[in-house]
Structure formats: C-alpha cells, structure tokens
C-alpha cells in the first residue's frame, strides 16, 4: 500500500524557518519524481520543488528559489522541505506527491499519490 505522510508543520514568525518531512512507504522512492505542492486558501495547488527520477536534479520554483532546499533519503525513504526566510505569503497547506512517469512536474495531475498536507502559517 503507499503512503505519504507529511509532518513537519506549524505557525512559525516571517523570516523563520520550518523543515517538512514526507515519510514515504509501499514504494521504491528513487523510482519516482517526488514534488512538494502547496495551496492556499483559495487558490489553485502550485509546484514548490520537486527532485526528478530521469536525472536526479532538483528544480524551484521561482518564489522559493534560494530559501527552500528539497532533499530525499533514499534509505531511509524521507523526503524533506528545508524552508528558510519563510513570508507570509508562504501559508499554505503543504503537500508532498509521487509520480512515475511525469513529464510536467509542476502539473499535479501528474502525480500518482499524494499525502494528506501539513499546514504552514507564516505570520507575527
């Protein structure tokens, strides 16, 4: 059975800092492109990060570009979202996603699983 479980959330100060983590079960990790998504209220889910299966490279979104650094272990099937200068325009319910054949990886839908989101609050 997969399984993502993100955990990692909270209500943190802008300029702060907070680490996700997406505890990964019932699949090879390394197979897949793993995406960090998130969605504000009322707004559509938008790609953060992702670190892609064909090439291993990790790519930014260009809002969170030199603050966030994704990261995966392998061995230890985790996935992590190290978010620093964290603003308030990062609240959002923070997702992680797998995809085996993703061409578009910043397009949810081409994700296969998801986790069920952990909540960011950036805010004084």
């Known amino acids: 059975q997969v399984q993502l479980v993100e955990s990692g959330g909270g209500l943190v100060q802008p300029g702060g800092s907070l680490r996700l983590s997406c505890a990964a079960s019932g699949f090879t990790l390394d197979a897949y492109t793993i995406g960090w998504f998130r969605q504000a209220p009322g707004k559509e889910r938008e790609g953060v990060s992702y670190i892609s299966n064909s090439d291993g490279n990790t790519y930014y979104a260009d809002s969170v570009k030199g603050r966030f650094t994704m990261s995966r272990d392998n061995a230890k099937k985790m996935v992590y979202l190290e978010m620093n200068s964290l603003k308030p325009e990062d609240t959002a319910a923070y997702y992680c996603?797998?995809?085996?054949?993703?061409?578009?990886?910043?397009?949810?839908?081409?994700?296969?699983?998801w986790g069920q989101g952990t909540q960011v609050t950036v805010s004084s």
């Open positions: 996603a797998a995809g085996l054949v993703v061409v578009m990886a910043t397009e949810p839908k081409e994700y296969d699983y």
